[in-house]
Nanobody, 123 residues
Framework: QVQLVESGGGSVQAGGSLRLSCAAS????????LGWFRQAPGKVRERVAA???????TYYADSVKGRFTISRNNAKNTDLQMNSLKPEDTAMYYC?????????????????WGQGTQVTVSS
């Protein structure tokens, strides 16, 4: 059974930084995509960043481009470096993994999810 475990969430003031990490276990293969999603209260879940394991191509939501950086240590572990954080970045952040990649690590590719880690940015 695939398990994804996030770490690194917390509270920070606007302008600060946090680094989220995700470790996967229970799967002997390699994931095609690794990603980070977030969901704030009353809002839909959105893909924040994703990385294709084969090519290393990265994808970012417009709202985080230039501030967040996704990286992978291998095809099972990923980090999200978040700089210049804003109050609107406050959300539960979820690590996700995909066994398929139908083009650009679309949200629909992701079938495995972590429990989430809270990120709170105060003004």
């Amino acid at each position: 059974q695939v398990q994804l475990v996030e770490s690194g969430g917390g509270s920070v003031q606007a302008g600060g930084s946090l680094r989220l990490s995700c470790a996967a276990s229970g799967y002997t293969g390699s994931f095609k995509c690794l990603g980070w999603f977030r969901q704030a209260p009353g809002k839909v879940r959105e893909r924040v960043a994703a990385i294709a394991s084969d090519s290393g191509t990265t994808y970012y939501a417009d709202s985080v481009k230039g501030r967040f950086t996704i990286s992978r240590n291998n095809a099972k572990n990923t980090d999200l470096q978040m700089n210049s954080l804003k109050p609107e970045d406050t959300a539960m952040y979820y690590c996700a993994a995909a066994r398929t990649n139908f083009g650009a690590c679309y949200s629909a590719d992701f079938g495995h999810w972590g429990q989430g880690t809270q990120v709170t940015v105060s003004s």
